[in-house]
């Protein structure tokens, strides 16, 4: 017994040594960091808008804040591309025309040419609109992007001017649509004078609008 009392007296100091040097190495107030952990975004789901997409600064000019609609006078690269980029992606358009008060509307394959500010499309001259549109040039039409995704609603609500094409739109019309030279075609172009996109993927409901009138005083 005495030998087990002895070490166990032997074996105190150095417990309490231990810990004596725990108490000196750890100062107060230290603080113990967990790592960081990298957490990685869930891939996008199909067809939904890319994130850096979902809020694209927009250069604005004085508009209205609560109907979220910005007017561009068309000067503005980063607007005015906007309009371009739509109509040059799509090709079909729905043409109303309006004939002793009864409105009337088509569809037609178009191509835009970008540097006249033009819509070109075919339309037989013994059409209903066509024959409206020889009575009545002031028409509206509209482009829209079919989608099921809110967030990549796009539409373009447009007001113009239709009359004959020329050759340079013929030009324009055949290199879009080749197949259309082994018809007989009568080209037709409207000139926009007012224009609305509707773009949800700049925010829900924005609308940019442009209109010839802005651009000519800018």
Known sequence: MAAAETDGKKMQPAVATKAAERRDTEKPGTEHKVPETKTEEAPAE????????????????????????????????????????????????????????????????????????????TSDPATRHAQEMERNPRVAASVVLETKIVGRVQGLQLCG??????????????????????AELTLWAIRPDYMKLTDNTLGFGKKLIWNDKLESSS
């Not at 739509?86 to 040419?113: I, W």
């Open 46 to 121: 199909k067809g939904s808008v890319p994130a850096a997409e979902r809020n694209t600064p927009v250069a604005e000019t004085p508009g209205s804040a609560e109907s979220g609609t910005a007017k561009t006078s068309g000067c503005g690269e980063a607007i005015h591309e906007r309009f371009v980029r739509f109509l040059r992606r799509h090709h079909v358009l729905t043409l109303a025309t309006v004939a002793e008060g009864v409105p009337y509307c088509s569809n037609a394959f178009y191509c835009y040419d970008k540097e006249r500010n033009l819509l070109v499309f």
């Open 161 to 182: 001017t239709a009359a004959r094409a020329d050759e340079t739109a013929r030009r324009a019309y055949l290199k879009r649509f080749p197949y259309a030279a082994l």
